[in-house]
């Protein structure tokens, strides 16, 4: 299949595109410099230089594939995740960026649209599993993720199929997760929420090949994520991970207050199933824990 990927040259983007290559696709990423292109050059992609804002250079880029991959985001890492103006540019990407990909990928003819999307907004769990039919509890930051959703399933109909992979929580050699295990390592605290809630953690490399799965997915939104567990073990494996003696810290109730609702949604407990894409699919995340670390670990060294 010709498929188009925005959000090409990012953390989940080259993961995905490696995958989409090998699995004998043509591909064309946005990539927005020469540095960018020539990654996408790399991995056997093609590069189309537009600015996902820009709905005709969008057409034009989309026009001939059979499949449109929405996967940009502009995610604050580091103490910049707590200032609300830091999410403003991840918040039009998700608003209105994902309209621009829905409606140019629909006027070109495209036959599928995936599109990002997390499960930070679903209400906290508790210690049950959330399926797709669970509450959601969007707040402003996450509120664009729920745009999203609405503006890709828009783009089905009855020849045309729309699937949206909410994922768990990312980790890997990527930035926020590097940015963890170098705090872990100065004793630092990096865990909000309760010990016994859940966190549902997700390799790039599981979440890009759950991309490539989607190729095949019937239209609807799924969760996607690895084996959830409590907070503790995740304390553990990241104190692992970071090479020191112990568990990582979590932050104290007083920086929780500070903190506040910003920070709110990453202290929930999120026990995710994606037994409906598993069945639709026959995907599952194949990395454990230790494993998963490994790329951060040895990009550390
Ligand atoms: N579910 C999760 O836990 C989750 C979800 C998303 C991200 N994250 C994490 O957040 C951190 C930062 O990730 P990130 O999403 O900011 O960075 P990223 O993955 O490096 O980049 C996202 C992609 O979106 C593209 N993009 C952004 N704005 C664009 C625009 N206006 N037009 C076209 N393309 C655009 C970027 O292009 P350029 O390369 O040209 O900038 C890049 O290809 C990472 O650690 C990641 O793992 C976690």
Redesign the pocket.
Known sequence: MRVFV?????????AAVRRLVSSGHEVT?????EE?RRLLYTLGAEAAQ????DPSAMRAAIEGHDVVCN???????GTAMMRTAAWR??D??RAE?SAIVAKAAAECGALRLIQ?A???VYADGGQDWITEKSPIAAVPLTQSSLTATTNAMGFADQYRFAVVLR??????A??????QLERVRRGKPVLNGEPDAYVSP?T?ED?ASAVVAALAAPTGIYNVAGQPVHRTEWARALGTAAGVDGSAKFFSPFVRRLLGSRAEPLSRSQRISSDAFHTATGWRARTDLAEGFAPAVKVAR
Not at 50 to 53: A, E, K, P
Not at 174 to 179: E, G, K, P
């Open positions: 925005a959000g090409a040259t990012g953390v989940l983007g080259t990423g946005i990539a927005r410099s960018k537009v600015d996902l804002f996967l940009a985001t502009r995610i604050p890492t540019e991840n039009r990407i960026g990002e997390i499960t930070y994922f768990g929580m990312f980790y890997g990527d930035a926020l997760t590097r940015w997700i790039i979440a």
